[in-house]
């Protein structure tokens, strides 16, 4: 069987509806991988998890992977239907930390005044888990987590399938304070995560330009992605999380970019997250 992902959003930090951005999407992050036991298994719970959720039938259980707790990696969740319908049976995994639970965390943005109602109002079946530290197994699905540099407590995922890989490292900036030439890969913040993955879904949300006024915000300038696809040898580089005032024509630029800087490395030629787009490997 093939490892295949669906995208449901791909947009960072604020979704953005609108004529600019309908090649791309406006959807904050959300990804869907195909599992063999016909369970959901949900990367992320941006506003792409609306629409998604209106697409899965009833009864089968879902498994939502979150890399992080900032908004727009969970607004959706409050508009996801199988949250509001008591067939419902919810996997959410999280970050762990040693403060709040991760159910707490998320109440904060289910509840009043964000929300006119509470996550327990909820007639889901929810169970929240604290993502471990070593590989485990959801749907069929090898599944691998490790934090990333990136504010506050952040994960990157890799999942695996019949010795194929997909990494998904949505919001990252392996960059901060280094230069990743001059590192280990034991030293490279996700790269045991990416190393080899047939596909790699990274942050590309800056051009290089934009880059320096914005160090320590936690992303990556195209360079940076594509540099961090070629320490870790992916095969192929897909650029999400664009930036919320990049349009259509923009992200296509950021897309040339990224080839002209992978070159005539191995591999595909990089390329740009889109809405609908399907990922099969």
């Known amino acids: 069987m093939p490892l295949r992902a669906r995208i449901w959003g791909c947009r960072g930090s604020l979704p953005t509806p609108g004529p600019t951005t309908v090649r791309y999407g406006g959807n904050t992050s ?3 991988i195909e599992t063999t036991d016909g369970s959901h298994l949900v990367l992320d719970a941006g506003t792409g998890i609306k629409p998604l959720g209106a697409s899965l039938s009833a009864g089968a259980p ?3 992977l979150l890399t992080h707790l900032h908004l727009d990696h969970v607004e959706g969740l409050r508009f ?12 959410i995994w999280g970050p762990p930390s040693p403060v709040h639970s991760l159910r707490d965390r998320i109440a904060r943005a289910v509840s009043p ?20 530290h070593e590989p485990w197994d959801l749907g069929g699905i090898r599944i691998s987590a490790q934090p ?26 392996p960059v901060l304070g280094v230069e990743l030439d001059s590192l280990e890969p034991e030293w490279i913040s996700g790269h045991a995560l990416a190393e080899s993955a047939d596909v790699l879904l990274h942050d590309g949300q800056f051009t290089e330009d934009e880059y320096p006024t914005r160090v320590g915000w ?8 594509v540099t961090f696809a070629l320490r870790a040898g992916v095969g192929r580089l897909v650029l999400f999380h664009h ?16 080839k ?16 609908g787009m399907t990922i099969e490997v």
């Open 30 to 32: 959300c990804v869907e």
């Open 62 to 64: 879902i498994h939502l």
């Open 80 to 91: 996801f239907r199988p949250l509001w319908d008591p067939r419902t049976e919810l996997h």
């Open 113 to 132: 005044p964000l929300f006119p109602l509470e996550l327990a109002d909820s007639p889901a079946h929810m169970t929240f888990h604290d993502v471990p």
């Open 148 to 173: 990333v540099s990136h504010p506050g407590p952040t994960l990157g995922y890799r999942v695996e399938l019949d010795g194929r890989t997909l990494a998904y490292i949505p919001d990252h900036e």
């Open 218 to 225: 936690g992303h990556s300038s195209v360079s940076h992605a």
């Open 243 to 258: 930036d919320p005032d990049r349009t259509d024509d923009g992200v296509e630029e950021l897309r040339g970019r990224a």
């Open 260 to 275: 002209a800087l992978w070159g005539e490395a191995d591999g595909q030629p990089p390329e740009a997250a889109s809405e």
